[in-house]
């Protein structure tokens, strides 16, 4: 996430369940001069130069497990900018995939349609997945649709799948209108500020 502050807080992995105190990376505003913090929950969120001074959005965290060894995502949520919140962000992608799932989907990028591997983030273990497969989680799937980064075989283009379950059960693959691999009111990084006034689509609301 390149330049991030540390937000010390209490969240539980969307990979394995464990709650516990995390250390959750935070690149929203960060400063670029290397003047980060280790923050906590109640305290002001400071901003570099440029972005909004006081801050409310729903920004993108990331943690890393120390249960599992895996990384999650998290939300983070500013309110004037104070941190007021931590939850986790189930639908964010990872570094560390935990499952893999063998669909057919056309790349989005060369409109090519053949068998690509999509890399899941809520599975129990590794495992190698085909449509009609059983899904297991730790956590409960809401919407019964998950989303998972694909890798086109043909260009090499990378792009965001979503994927649906009935029941527990792998169903269909499609290209997930949303690229962003945070969920779309996440922001993974601080709109430019000038005047007082947000410069992110000019609504002040996250992305």
């Known amino acids: 996430m390149g330049n991030y502050n540390t937000i010390k807080a209490a969240t539980t992995c969307s990979r394995c369940g464990e709650r516990a105190v995390y250390g959750i990376q935070c690149s929203y505003g960060a400063h670029?001069?290397?003047?980060?913090?280790?923050?906590?929950?109640?305290?002001?969120?400071?901003t570099a130069p440029g972005h909004h001074p006081y801050p409310t959005e729903d920004v993108a965290g990331l943690a890393d497990c120390h249960l599992c060894g895996l990384d999650f995502g998290v939300r983070v949520k500013l309110v004037?900018?104070?941190?007021?919140?931590?939850?986790?962000?189930p639908d964010a992608l990872g570094a560390a995939p935990d499952g893999h799932l063998t669909a057919p989907i056309e790349c989005p990028?060369?409109?090519?349609?053949?068998?690509?591997?999509?890399?899941?983030?809520?599975?129990?273990?590794?495992?190698n997945l085909r449509l009609g497969s059983v899904y297991r989680t730790t956590l409960p799937v809401?919407?019964?649709?998950?989303?998972?980064r694909a890798t086109c075989q043909?260009?090499?283009?990378?792009?965001?799948?979503?994927v649906s379950l009935s029941g527990?059960?792998?169903?269909?693959?499609?290209?997930?209108?949303?690229?962003?691999?945070?969920?779309?009111?996440?922001?993974?990084?601080?709109?430019?500020?000038?005047?007082?006034i947000s410069l992110s689509r000019g609504s002040g609301r996250p992305r």
């Open 32 to 46: 670029a001069d290397g003047c980060l913090e280790t923050l906590s929950v109640g305290d002001s969120y400071r």
């Open 154 to 162: 043909y260009c090499r283009h990378v792009f965001v799948a979503a």
């Open 80 to 89: 004037t900018g104070t941190i007021r919140e931590v939850t986790p962000e």
């Open 168 to 196: 527990d059960v792998l169903s269909s693959v499609a290209v997930d209108p949303n690229q962003s691999e945070f969920r779309q009111d996440v922001h993974d990084t601080a709109p430019a500020y000038e005047g007082g």
């Open 109 to 127: 990028e060369c409109r090519t349609r053949g068998e690509t591997q999509i890399e899941l983030y809520r599975a129990w273990e590794t495992t």
């Open 142 to 148: 809401q919407g019964h649709r998950i989303r998972g």
